[in-house]
């Protein structure tokens, strides 16, 4: 393993959200101005997705 480019990955994503600052009330007031810069939510999610769908 390579500790240099170690990641974690977040498998709560409401954990991620509370980590990383996310503001409900403007996630539904705008949700599209909200998502911008929003790439580590997205990330999580994706990565997710990766581990749901991967083969063990």
Not at 13 to 40: K, M, Y
Request: aromatic share 14%; proline share 2%.
């Amino acid at each position: 393993m390579n500790h240099e480019w170690f990641k974690i990955i977040f498998r709560d994503i409401v954990l991620c959200q509370a980590i990383h600052g996310l503001d409900l009330s403007a996630w539904f007031l705008d949700p599209r101005e909200t998502f911008v810069n929003r790439g580590e939510i997205v990330e999580a999610f994706i990565e997710q997705e990766l581990l749901c769908y991967s083969i063990s």
